[in-house]
């Protein structure tokens, strides 16, 4: 028998054993303690939440309701540890994490003109968004075809809100160091649009 805690991570509710909640614990704590001098460590953090909730919602089903310390371990494995990523490390940090991560299409709004559908899929094929732009003229231009593509486009592909949606949708891992990196440029993106 194991006793059970109940959790929320990332805004979402989990029961947890006890074993564990201690080593999540441990590990957020890690993160905490190594992201400190982060300019922007909350959001870095919260992201890291959010992304480890997205992990754990894929290990329960309808006959496992339960978070278990090989699911906790499973998913520390897949984000990398602040040991992993230090500074001192540098590229054998990075090249650890390198392989490609999940890939999904996404509308990116960040960078949108009308819904964000074009800049997405400049994004998930890794081309400038100003290209698949100049197709959906050149398809539409033609019969009209590219605007009906583009509509049901928009409707079908999710926008990307989280950092990990976003660096799903380039193919990156959802590690550690990218989630910090994605944060960070967009804190930096925000202080340079406050200053103008």
């Known amino acids: 028998m194991k006793i059970t805690v109940s959790i929320n991570l990332g805004g979402y509710s989990f029961n ?5 909640y201690a080593e999540l614990k441990m590990y957020l704590r890690n993160l905490e303690l190594h992201f400190a001098e982060e300019e922007s460590s909350s959001e870095i953090l919260s992201d ?18 339960v978070i278990t310390i090989e699911d906790v371990r499973q998913a520390i494995s897949v984000l990398g540890t602040p040991e992993d990523i230090s500074d001192n490390d540098g590229t054998a940090a ?3 994490f390198s392989s490609h991560g999940y890939h999904r299409m996404y509308r990116d709004t ?3 003109i009308i819904g964000g559908v074009c800049s997405g899929m400049g994004a998930y094929w890794n081309i400038e968004p100003w290209i698949v732009r100049i197709i959906f003229i050149v398809i539409t231009m033609m019969g009209g075809l590219g ?3 583009y509509i049901i486009l928009y409707i079908v592909l999710p926008e990307a809100k989280t950092t990990a949606q976003k660096i799903e949708m380039k193919g990156e891992p959802v590690n550690i160091q990218n989630i910090k990196e994605a944060v960070k440029k967009e804190f930096n993106d925000v202080r340079k649009n406050m200053k103008l």
């Open 147 to 149: 605007v009906l593509v």
């Open 110 to 112: 960040d960078h949108r």
């Open 16 to 20: 947890i054993d006890e074993d564990a």
């Open 48 to 65: 890291i939440e959010a992304r480890m909730s997205e992990l754990f919602r894929t290990k329960l089903t309808n006959y496992k309701k």
């Open 94 to 96: 990075r090249d650890k």
